[in-house]
């Protein structure tokens, strides 16, 4: 069969779409699913309850509780909450009421807690002067977080219906990169509100802890926990903060940028509101959510013209506060830590700082003409234009086989225009893009640079050179490609060019007997070196042809 190698004009790869699997329950235990201690007259006992999800989806679950009772007093009444393995007790939690929840007499929610790994129920004790009248514990498995992680992926201004222009001042701090809500939530289960309120011109930005854990292999999943918990516990319209930062640095999109968020007592109106997760009761928050903090903070501040040392009044609760707040500041709470809070002076003076010594230059240039210029079995080199005069260094990121699997493989000092990838193996498809770096703050990706690199040799069981013939190589323009081996199915057939780049995206022979003979045309190209690439099975060879 002939195939006209030029009714193609790119190489096209397909991404699977898979979506992170999520579990939700509600138990509800009433007023005559508690017994009496016979000890103490104030407390009452649960049986044990068995936990759901005997198969969980993710690396923790998430718990909240929400009790009624009408003259409950915290402090004075208690609810401990234990988490049992084979009826043994692991972990007792004192409950307390959550900080950022309007608490409505007779209804109190509880902070956000996690399940203890390998407990398989849960008890109540109450040690109360009224009786409880019910109680109900909610459940949430967030699932793994399957794609990912992508700094500075920026969901669409579409996923925000009725979002207005964007009236930012001219001051050039750069927005840290963050994870949008398709970042820390990619199946979409995490909608945003679909009628905000705005918050055009904020005087106040108030600093939150989530009083929860301090330790996750998975933070994007703790987001989403604190997403299901504020609307599915709390009935609210969104996650309550405008933005998150997790103890790495990383920071997480939350309602956004300009958004009326739920955070504030209630008083919630020219504020935006960010929160450091983790409890900061007994230990400070690391120094890279600190780092990101201020870099957060310089951006906000500067682009909404807000002093970060000064004090002003808040309009929605009349009271004269430091413009870069703590939760306390106007609530009655902890919120955000005691051993937090004492940190928030060095927090402004680290954004005046960062406004002062870095917010008067411009946003980094991208590099440009990302090019590859060598390629051999072993070793790929790479050339690009540095349009940048203020990068601290420069970050190359490579995937391998396909483009969707980036990471960063090597930094470089600042001006660099050219690395030498010596890591590379042979007959394999490498992409490359860089980036400028300053700080915590990063350029956009230049264009992605694709190379093939050569076999060292064709050792294939059913491709190897003695099984496969091109002729006439050197060719003119017709090449037949004559296969005798005894696979039979279909064979994958693609074209690259010296540099690398997929000229002919891959298509398929089937191959119905020992010998089979494919013919090509290759009179539509240059003079030059070209590889052709066969796939059959599990099988791979590389072969090289020369064009005149």
Same mark, same amino acid.
């Given at each position: ?31 005559? /699913? ?6 103490h007259q104030n407390k009452w006992i649960t049986k044990n309850i ?47 009421? #959550? ?67 964007? &009236? ?59 997403? /299901? ?41 020219? &504020? ?19 780092n990101t903090l201020a870099e957060f903070l310089a951006w906000e ?36 830590? /005691? ?88 007959? @394999? ?40 013939? @091109? ?31 997929? @000229? ?13 003979? @494919?013919?090509? #045309? ?27």
């Amino acid at each position: 069969m002939k195939i006209a190698l030029m009714a193609f004009v790119a190489c096209m790869f397909l991404l699977g779409n898979v979506k992170a699997q999520t579990q939700r329950e509600v138990i509800t235990i009433n007023a005559n /699913d508690f017994y009496t201690s016979p000890k103490h007259q104030n407390k009452w006992i649960t049986k044990n309850i068995s936990l759901p999800f005997e198969k969980k989806m993710g690396a923790f679950v998430a718990v909240s509780v929400v009790w009624y009772a009408d003259d409950w007093v915290e402090g004075r009444d208690f609810l401990l909450l234990y988490f049992n393995q084979n009826d043994m007790p692991t972990r007792r939690v004192n409950l307390q009421t #959550d900080g950022h929840t309007e608490q409505v007499k007779g209804k109190h929610v509880s902070e956000l807690i996690f399940q203890v790994k390998d407990a398989n129920s849960i008890s109540f004790h109450t040690y109360s002067r009224s009786r409880l009248n019910s109680l109900e514990i909610h459940f949430f498995d967030p699932g793994p977080t399957l794609k990912p992680e992508t700094l500075n992926l920026k969901p669409p201004i579409s996923q925000f219906p009725n979002f207005p222009i964007s &009236t930012r001042s001219v001051c050039t701090c750069p927005q840290p990169p963050f994870q949008g809500r398709l970042d820390w939530c990619p199946d979409g289960t995490c909608p945003p509100d679909p009628t905000p309120e705005f918050v055009p011109d904020p005087t106040h930005v108030i600093i939150h802890h989530t009083a929860g854990t301090n330790v996750s292999s998975d933070w994007a999943a703790v987001v989403r926990s604190i997403w /299901d918990f504020h609307v599915n516990t709390n009935g609210w319209d969104d996650v309550g903060y405008n933005w998150l930062v997790d103890p790495n640095g990383v920071l997480y999109e939350g309602r956004g940028d300009g958004r009326l968020g739920a955070h504030f007592c209630a008083q919630n109106g020219k &504020t935006t509101g960010i929160c450091v997760m983790g409890d900061f009761t007994s230990i400070q928050p690391q120094a890279a959510a600190l780092n990101t903090l201020a870099e957060f903070l310089a951006w906000e501040t500067c682009d909404e013209n807000i002093d970060p040392l000064g004090t002003s009044l808040h309009s929605g609760s009349g009271l004269t506060l430091m413009n870069i707040s703590g939760h306390r500041d106007g609530c009655s709470t902890s919120c955000p830590g /005691d051993l937090f809070y004492p940190l928030l002076p060095n927090v402004r003076q680290a954004t005046q700082e960062n406004i002062e010594t870095g917010c008067d230059s411009e946003p980094l240039a991208t590099p440009t003409v990302l090019a590859i210029t060598f390629v051999s079995y072993n070793k790929i080199s790479l050339s690009w234009q540095d349009n940048s005069a203020s990068e601290t260094a420069y970050v190359i990121e490579r995937s391998d086989n396909t483009d969707d699997n980036f990471g960063p493989i090597i930094q470089l000092p600042p001006n660099a225009t050219a690395f030498s990838d010596n890591s590379v193996s042979p007959g @394999i498809t490498y992409f490359y893009r860089v980036r400028a770096k300053q700080s915590n703050a990063f350029s956009d990706y230049s264009n992605v640079a694709v190379a093939v690199t050569a076999p060292s040799s064709s050792n294939s069981r059913l491709l190897n050179g003695g099984m496969v013939l @091109i002729s006439p190589n050197p060719t003119s323009g017709q090449v037949t490609l004559s296969i005798e081996n005894q696979w039979v199915g279909n064979a994958s057939v693609a074209v690259f060019d010296a540099m690398g780049r997929c @000229i002919i995206p891959p298509f398929y022979e089937v191959k119905q007997s020992e010998k089979q003979a @494919i013919q090509l #045309d290759l009179s539509s190209f240059p003079p030059g070196i070209f590889w052709v690439k066969i796939i059959q099975g599990k099988e791979m060879g590389m072969y090289k042809v020369v064009k005149r």
